[in-house]
């Protein structure tokens, strides 16, 4: 069974700070991995994603990479700001064929605190 | 506009009263899928569909139902809910691409339930 580690668990940081999230999964027989962003009681809203034969994936000030066969992720944000204040998760899709085809297993999330 | 529409965002209810929860896209997506929210736990799925009249459980499955026979509908069945089925629920759906594998996911707005 797939499961996914999001570390670490809370962040805070000032404003204008280079961050990086963290995200880990147990099955590398992945057919992709998105990041959303998901603010208070609101829905998720996809950030960017990677497909199981990309390294990388850039969005403005975001850019996620994928290493496939260490099983890890990483979400980095440039030049934080209090806008980008929200709770960020990672999700694996599991690829055709595969025991995890058709479902998405979602980290726990990072809650990221930007103060100006 | 492309969007995932949820009905009701907010219910409350009783034991053992029989509801429905609504999920429809507007994308023409193949995929659609629910999963619950819930403090410590993160987002988990519950029932996914890869196409019309084909579903498939989840993680945590039991206590729900679903089906779906249209491709832009995928309404969740509580036939009998219970407190712990007290959550927030979220729908989503996506295209299939390359290889059958899941997409971008969208998702709804959220529908808060409690169950007394």
């Known amino acids: 069974k797939q499961e996914v580690t999001q570390i670490p668990a809370a962040l805070s940081v000032p404003e204008g700070e280079n961050l990086v999230l963290n995200c880990s999964f147990t099955d590398s027989a992945i057919y992709n991995l998105q990041w959303f962003r998901q603010d208070p009681g609101k829905g998720l809203t996809s950030l960017l994603l990677i497909q199981s034969s990309q390294r990388e994936q850039t969005s403005g000030r975001l850019n996620a990479s994928l290493d496939k066969s260490s099983g890890r992720s990483t979400l980095y944000i440039a030049a934080s700001q209090p806008g980008d204040s929200a709770t960020y998760l990672c999700a694996v899709g599991g690829r055709a064929g595969g025991t995890s085809y058709g479902k998405l297993t979602f980290g726990q999330g990072t809650i990221l605190t930007v103060h100006p | 506009e492309a969007q995932v529409t949820q009905n009701p965002r907010y219910l409350i209810t009783v034991t053992g009263k029989k509801l429905t929860v609504t999920c429809s896209q507007n994308?023409?997506?193949?995929?659609m899928s629910w999963y619950r929210q819930d403090p410590g736990l993160g987002l988990r799925q519950i029932y996914y569909?890869?196409?019309?009249?084909?579903?498939d459980k989840g993680d945590v499955p039991e206590g729900y139902k679903v089906s779906r026979k249209e491709k832009r509908n995928f309404p969740l069945i509580l036939e009998s809910p219970s407190p712990n089925q007290t959550s927030l629920y979220f729908c989503?759906?996506?295209?299939?691409?390359?290889?059958?594998?899941?997409?971008?996911?969208?998702f709804g707005p959220g529908t808060r339930l409690t169950v007394t």
């Open positions: 569909s890869m196409n019309v009249e084909v579903t």
């Open positions: 989503a759906s996506s295209s299939l691409g390359r290889l059958a594998g899941l997409s971008e996911q969208y």
């Open positions: 994308m023409n997506h193949e995929y």
